[in-house]
Nanobody, 127 residues
Framework: QVQLVESGGGLVQAGGSLRLSCLGS????????TGWFRQAPVKEREFVAA????????YYADSVKGRFTISRDNNKNTLYLQMDSLKPEDTAVYYC????????????????????WGQGTQVTVSS
């Protein structure tokens, strides 16, 4: 199995940027499709973005499309989420996740489809 550890969260003003990283260990992260989810207080965990094992295909939630960019470097066993033009409503704990199986919108946007999760990193955007 693969272990995932997120980093890069913090406090930023609205309009600012952050880059989250997710380091995999235990197994080669390139064996998995991966995604980012987020969970704000008293809300359910929601899909943010996903990328296939090769980095060639991506999906984004409508709320982040055009502002966030998901990428990966399999040589470094690392997944990234570049977040630009941040808004207060982006405030949440951000989780990276990995899965086997198909890379489809249905499979990648449903949190129950993922096999492995990180512990999360807090992102706070002030207005």
């Amino acid at each position: 199995q693969v272990q995932l550890v997120e980093s890069g969260g913090g406090l930023v003003q609205a309009g600012g940027s952050l880059r989250l990283s997710c380091l995999g260990s235990g197994r080669f992260l390139g064996m998995y499709h991966t995604g980012w989810f987020r969970q704000a207080p008293v809300k359910e965990r929601e899909f943010v973005a996903a990328i296939d094992w090769s980095g060639g295909s991506t999906y984004y939630a409508d709320s982040v499309k055009g502002r966030f960019t998901i990428s990966r470097d399999n040589n470094k066993n690392t997944l990234y989420l570049q977040m630009d033009s941040l808004k207060p409503e982006d405030t949440a704990v951000y989780y990276c996740a990995a899965k086997t199986g198909p890379f489809t919108i249905a499979a990648m946007t449903e949190r129950g489809q993922y096999n492995y999760w990180g512990q999360g990193t807090q992102v706070t955007v002030s207005s």
